[in-house]
T-cell receptor, first 115, second 113 residues
């Protein structure tokens, strides 16, 4: 499978716990994006990387959220001290270069339920 | 956050009928993308549009990038049961070189056999 891969697909955690999601982009895609989607809504942008550099962050990305892409390949999204409002699907996407001439491909998402 | 105005919110059609949905924005976009999402899955790219006025087809799907750069539509011809799902439009803003995609709330399509 050469698509965007996300792990885990589903995560149930207690409020206050930390969770981490991993994303493996399509090989040689230098752009990697994180989005969040709640029921009945479209995906909302969180952050994006060009190689290992985090170039853009949304105001939705509070201090409890941190994303890394240390070697410019896979990425992790960590949520500390989870709250019930963090329950959502977290989507990763990748692109071979920037928008405005190329396409962005999404993974299957990681569902988070905070109880 | 900012979202596009996507309509209709839902559609119930008979197999074989044509479908049309659209998105409008108060902002100018330089890229429009259309995605389809099945329950529990990530969005799958259907069509990408990069130039104002561009009309692009992908099988039974046709999409256009509005001349004003503030709107786009997606048509599906001769619908079949596997067309069922939620269709999202997404636009890339032009300001500041941002690569953020802004999504509509989706159009839920139901096709009755």
């Amino acid at each position: 499978d050469t698509g965007v891969s996300q792990d885990p697909r589903h995560k149930i955690t207690k409020r206050g716990q930390n969770v981490t999601f991993r994303c493996d982009p399509i090989s040689e895609h230098n752009r990697l994006y994180w989005y969040r989607q709640t029921l009945g809504q479209g995906p909302e942008f969180l952050t994006y990387f060009q190689n290992e550099a985090q170039l853009e962050k949304s105001r939705l990305l509070s201090d409890r959220f941190s994303a890394e892409r240390p070697k410019g390949s896979f990425s992790t999204l960590e949520i500390q001290r989870t709250e019930q409002g963090d329950s959502a699907m977290y989507l990763c996407a990748s692109s071979p270069r920037g928008l405005g001439g190329n396409t962005i491909y999404f993974g299957e998402g990681s569902w988070l339920t905070v109880v | 956050g900012q979202q596009l105005n996507q309509s209709p919110q839902s559609m119930f059609i008979q197999e074989g009928e044509d479908v049309s949905m659209n998105c409008t924005s108060s902002s100018i976009f330089n890229t429009w993308l259309w995605y389809k999402q099945d329950p529990g899955e990530g969005p799958v790219l259907l069509i990408a549009l990069y130039k104002a006025g561009e009309l692009t087809s992908n099988g039974r799907l046709t999409a256009q990038f509005g001349i004003t750069r503030k709107d786009s539509f997606l048509n599906i011809s001769a619908s079949i049961p596997s067309d069922v799902g939620i269709y999202f439009c997404a636009g890339q803003e032009t300001q500041g070189g941002s690569e953020k995609l802004v999504f509509g709330k989706g159009t839920k399509l139901t096709v009755n056999p």
